[in-house]
């Protein structure tokens, strides 16, 4: 057994099989190449995102999910307490939500981190390193500036996974040079599979889904 697959044994944490709910869900699990994932919150992006790299690493693909946000958007982290990683610590929340879910255990976050299978990470650290076999989740990337994702794509070594996910329609996409960077992605065809997630691929909950129509026909 690989080192890999006895790390997640030795820690007796077992992925729950989980099925695609959507179609664009489903092109999601059946895409093999880089992925961007764009579209309205609550289709289960990150969730989906997390999954396919855990499964990869039972796979034997990849050892590790590295997993990358922006803090500065916020701003409000300077309000916090502690240094600067500890007041990134605040934005590992939602990963935590999705290992306790992916594999039913409450600490399964906090082993995964110490086994090393899980690195989270936001842009602030990203200079100087080089990720290799990995999955690469960019979460929230529309929080990021084209320099952010600049500087997270240029650090990509061999035998890695990148996912870009994001609700491109929530920020101002020249301001942030966003658009440029999916120019680039898009030109990157034979490397990247783009999937728009809509309003029908919400699965979060009917009130999400209800909330994000209404707001959606009243141009809000």
């Known amino acids: ?5 006895r790390l997640i044994a030795a820690a007796n944490l077992n992925l729950q099989e989980i099925e695609p709910l959507t179609q664009n869900q489903l092109l999601a699990f059946e895409a093999d190449n880089n992925l961007v994932l764009h579209g309205v919150a609550g289709t289960g992006k990150s969730f989906i995102s997390c999954y396919l790299g855990f ?4 796979k034997n693909e990849k050892e590790r999910i590295v997993l990358i946000r922006s803090a500065v958007p916020t ?6 307490p502690g240094n600067e990683k500890e007041k ?11 290992c306790i879910e992916l594999f039913q255990r409450g600490d399964a976050y906090e082993i995964l981190k110490t086994k090393g299978i899980f690195y989270f990470m936001t842009t602030s650290f990203i200079r100087g390193v080089t990720l290799r076999d990995a999955v690469v989740i960019v979460d929230e990337c529309q929080n990021m500036s084209f320099h952010e994702l600049d500087s997270i794509i240029t650090r990509i070594g061999e035998n890695c996974k990148v996912v870009f996910c994001g609700d491109f329609r929530q920020t101002d996409l020249d301001r942030n040079g966003l658009k440029d960077f ?9 490397e990247f599979t783009l999937i728009e997630f809509e309003i029908k691929d919400i699965v ?11 707001r959606t026909d009243l141009g809000i």
């Open 55 to 58: 499964d990869d690493i039972l």
């Open 1 to 5: 057994m690989a080192r890999k697959n």
């Open 204 to 214: 979060r909950s009917d009130f999400v889904k209800k909330y994000i129509t209404a």
């Open 75 to 80: 701003r409000d982290i300077g309000f916090l």
């Open 182 to 190: 999916l120019r680039i992605l898009k030109a990157m065809y034979e």
């Open 88 to 98: 990134a610590s605040v934005y590992e929340e939602p990963y935590k939500d999705i």
